[in-house]
Nanobody, 126 residues
Framework: QVQLVESGGGLVQAGGSVRLSCAAS????????MGWFRQAPGMEREFVAAISWSGGTTYYADSVKGRFSISRDNAKSTMYLQMNSLKPEDTAVYYC???????????????????WGKGTLVTVSS
């Protein structure tokens, strides 16, 4: 089992930046891949970014490429999502996720993620 707790959400103006954090506990942090997903009001949850156990491989949704950056610090058991040049359409609840294995599964359900945090709200005002 993996427990995930997100933090860092809030209200930000369009064009601004926010960094989300996800603190993990339970299994050895470096033993699994992780990711970020989001769900906007009235929409289905969607993939944002994912990262392998070592941080050596990353994936991004087309909508955030060049603006968002995913990273992890295995010594701190924490994953991050740096979000720059934010747009109103980035407004959503952002969820941290963890997989069962070390690698991301791009063609798998939820990119291979099985464990979920409760989410943190990011609101981007225009």
């Amino acid at each position: 089992q993996v427990q995930l707790v997100e933090s860092g959400g809030g209200l930000v103006q369009a064009g601004g930046s926010v960094r989300l954090s996800c603190a993990a506990s339970g299994r050895t942090f470096s033993s699994y891949a992780m990711g970020w997903f989001r769900q906007a009001p009235g929409m289905e949850r969607e993939f944002v970014a994912a990262i392998s156990w070592s941080g050596g491989t990353t994936y991004y949704a087309d909508s955030v490429k060049g603006r968002f950056s995913i990273s992890r610090d295995n010594a701190k058991s924490t994953m991050y999502l740096q979000m720059n040049s934010l747009k109103p359409e980035d407004t959503a609840v952002y969820y941290c996720a963890a997989g069962r294995g070390r690698t991301v599964v791009p063609n798998g359900k939820n990119y291979g993620m099985d464990y979920w945090g409760k989410g943190t709200l990011v609101t981007v005002s225009s």
